[in-house]
Structure formats: structure tokens, C-alpha cells
């Protein structure tokens, strides 16, 4: 599965999971293909805000460095420290794999 949009951008510019169309995807959207997929696997309605949440609880539990983790879920932080940081995003999908995919949820 490519996670990532169009390689011949530079990485730093590149989207981790990209729309159908290489772009963003917007938060209308999304809520309604979160459902969707909710929907077909059985489980019950869940929030974006919840799905970050439990992804930083589960990745935290595997070992993931925070700031990335929080990175992944809401950007950098707008404090000086963030504007001079770069993070690769070989980095961030390492932070975002380490969660286990089996983790009981339902």
C-alpha cells in the first residue's frame, strides 16, 4: 500500500495518506468515509478526535517518540523550537507503524 503522494516531490512536502487525488483530504469528507468504513467493519461511530487520540495512546504504548506522534496528528506546534525543526517523513511513518495493527478495538 503507498502511503505517500507524488515521489517526485521533495519528502518534507509529501503527504502521508493522501486523497484518491494526491491532495489533502478535507475534514467533511473524511468524517463521512470514517463512517463508512466503521459501517463495514461492524464497529461503532467514532470521532476524528477519537481515532488521533487512540492512535498517541497506542503508539505511546509502543514506544513512539511523543513530539512525532503529535506531529502526525496535528502538525508542528506553532513555538519557535517547531519553526526551525524539519522531521522526514521516513521519520513520521516510522512513528506511524509502530502502533500493532491487531490492538482489540471494537
Not at 7 to 26: A, C, K, N, Y
Not at 56 to 64: C, K, T, V, W
Not at 69 to 90: I, K, Q
Request: net charge positive.
Amino acid at each position: 500500500m503507498v502511503l505517500i503522494s507524488d515521489t517526485r516531490l521533495p519528502e518534507d512536502r509529501r503527504i502521508l495518506v493522501p486523497s484518491r487525488r494526491g491532495e489533502h483530504r478535507r475534514a467533511p469528507v473524511v468524517r463521512g468515509q470514517l463512517l463508512e468504513d466503521l459501517k463495514l467493519l461492524g464497529m461503532r461511530s467514532r470521532r476524528g478526535h477519537d481515532t488521533r487520540r487512540t492512535f498517541i495512546r497506542l503508539a505511546l504504548a509502543e514506544g513512539a517518540d511523543r513530539d512525532k506522534s503529535a506531529w502526525v496528528t496535528h502538525g508542528p506546534n506553532g513555538d519557535f523550537v517547531s519553526l526551525y525543526t524539519t522531521v522526514t517523513a521516513e521519520s513520521l511513518r516510522a512513528e506511524v507503524a509502530k502502533p500493532r495493527s491487531n490492538s482489540g478495538l471494537r
